[in-house]
């Protein structure tokens, strides 16, 4: 696992998506270029996992064009592309599969002992054997991020996959994400509702709103990320524009919906 | 209540009452307070087991029994485990298939036996065909049911591995339905037992209710009796062979594994 490769670029030119007369996604452009780290945040029902879902090939555009390197995602309608993994909220591992059998699902060679590698990148290896009704929740979701990354994708897609767990969990996880994320060089594209987290690994942050990409900020912090004042400073800027607040004005009649 | 509590505790407790019944069976018959025209005492009924075991009739008639309940069970079960796969994989089969088979389904199999006869006489393939008819709804309705509450997040997830025919198959539908096609094998199996118990007692030359029928004829009530606990002994041998394949198959899952 320790090759270097280099991760896939993204193009997505005016891309909607429309469930029926709900129209979710109303024309995202949006270039990603390769190996960047990029999160997408926004209110719950903004259309953020839809974008996620066309990157997969789990929904197909209603317009617009997604391109993968140049190459349609359209041209795949089967489902996902095979350098391309996705990462869910709940693990989702097969519960009759071992943790080791589990990452074997991951890998076209089902080589067992590349699956065994893979849980020591996570720091699992002693648990190969065990079934994942036995694991926690945090261990559960190495086992999950070990199974999406032992086929070397190009492309990770997170769908809020720490949305679930613990707040010592969650700080190991994206510990862990960031690391994996360096050594291996894959485009990352991670869906949250916490906008810390977001500032937290990634290297551009994007706010969607309606359907539309909102905001678009570059962090311009060093890795790995303290929570200084820079850090404070990139939270606040998505944080107040998510809220709708003038700077320095507390809102007192705008209703909070915002969870972190 | 003291020593009732402690002697509750002992590992022989579920037997006491059994125990106590034949004892007290055997007393009321050996006294003339039982006719042992109504019922023979235990001991007689020990005793022509013992003698059909010296003689080794018992042996061929519970293999032919056995044999039928066998090859009913296959034949029946596989057939519907096949439609009950493909039911619950395909929304369109399930369209054409199902209302027919759920009218089939309430008709009373045993209601067939005179057409059953008719068709096949009353050899081996009638009894055969009611065998498998009588264990076929279980295990395809279970399957069905299994299958569809498969976890549609497995099925996403299977998606994005590119999991698809066989390997989807073999990964995600064949386990995710198991326990639920287990609890339909255990239900057959008690139907595959009552419906031989049924075709072998109306017609049959050989098996455990031939035996009971022929019996009958000659008032041998402690063979009759004998033939009943046989039927319950194989009952509950092929429940707790299912029961242990479902501890088996199913030992990923925290509600089935006793450590």
């Not at chain 1, 820079?230 to 606040?236: A, L």
């Not at chain 1, 007192?252 to 972190?260: A, W």
Request: charged share 20%.
């Amino acid at each position: 696992m320790s090759t270097h490769r280099i991760g896939a670029r993204l193009h997505i030119q005016s891309a909607r998506k429309s469930f029926g007369e709900q129209e979710v996604l109303r024309g995202i452009d949006l270039t990603i270029p390769a190996g960047q780290f990029v999160a997408i945040v926004g209110r719950s029902g903004c259309g953020k996992s839809t974008l996620l879902r066309l990157l997969a090939g789990l929904e197909q555009p209603t317009g617009g064009e997604l391109t993968l390197d140049g190459d349609s995602l359209g041209g795949h309608p089967n489902g996902t592309r095979n350098d391309t993994r996705m990462l869910f909220q709940d693990a989702r591992l097969l519960p009759w599969r071992t943790a080791a059998d589990n990452v074997q699902v991951g890998l076209r060679t089902r080589s067992r002992e590349r699956a065994i590698e893979a849980l020591a990148e996570v720091g699992l290896a002693e648990r190969a054997d065990a079934w994942p009704g036995v694991l926690s929740g945090g261990q559960r979701q190495r086992v999950a991020l070990a199974r999406a990354l032992v086929g070397e994708p190009r492309l990770l897609l997170l769908d809020e996959p720490l949305g679930a767990l613990d707040a010592l969990t969650r700080i190991e996880m994206q510990q862990l994400i960031e690391r994996l994320w360096e050594e291996q060089g894959f485009t990352a594209v991670l869906v949250t509702h916490d906008v810390s987290e977001a500032v937290a690994l990634a290297d551009r942050v994007i706010l969607i709103e309606n359907g539309r990409i909102a905001l678009d900020v570059d962090i311009a912090l060093d890795r790995p990320r303290e929570r200084d004042s820079g850090f404070i400073h990139f939270e606040k800027l998505i944080l107040d524009r998510i809220l709708e607040r003038e700077p320095a004005e507390a809102p007192r009649d705008r209703k909070l919906s915002y969870s972190i | 209540m003291k020593p009732f509590r402690k002697l509750a505790d002992n590992r022989y407790a579920p037997f006491y009452l059994p125990v106590l019944v034949l004892v007290l069976w055997q007393l009321l018959g050996q006294y003339g307070y039982i006719s042992t025209r109504t019922l023979p005492t235990p001991l007689r009924v020990a005793e022509a087991g013992i003698a059909l075991t010296r003689s080794g009739d018992i042996f061929r008639y519970v293999y032919d029994s056995t044999l039928r309940a066998g090859i009913g069970l296959a034949v029946g079960g596989g057939i519907g485990f096949l439609l009950g796969v493909v039911n619950g994989l395909s929304r369109i089969a399930n369209r054409y298939l199902d209302s027919s088979l759920q009218m089939i389904r309430n008709v009373p199999h045993l209601a067939l036996i005179p057409l059953v006869i008719l068709w096949f006489g009353i050899g081996e393939t009638a009894k055969i065909f009611l065998v498998a008819l009588g264990v076929f709804f279980p295990i395809y309705m279970n399957t069905v049911h299994g299958i569809r509450s498969i976890d549609p997040g497995l099925v996403e997830m299977a998606r994005v591995y590119g999991l698809r025919g066989f390997a989807f198959y073999r990964e995600v539908v064949l386990p995710g339905a198991l326990s639920s096609i287990l609890v339909g094998v255990r239900y057959a199996l008690g139907f595959m037992w009552l419906t031989l118990i049924v075709a072998e007692t109306i017609s049959a030359d050989s098996g455990i209710g031939y035996m009971a029928m022929n019996a009958r004829e000659f008032m041998r009530l402690d063979i009759v009796v004998f033939a009943i606990l046989l039927y319950a002994v194989l009952g509950k041998l092929s429940d707790t062979a299912a029961k242990l394949l479902e501890r088996r198959l199913l030992r990923w899952n925290p509600n089935y594994s006793k450590v």
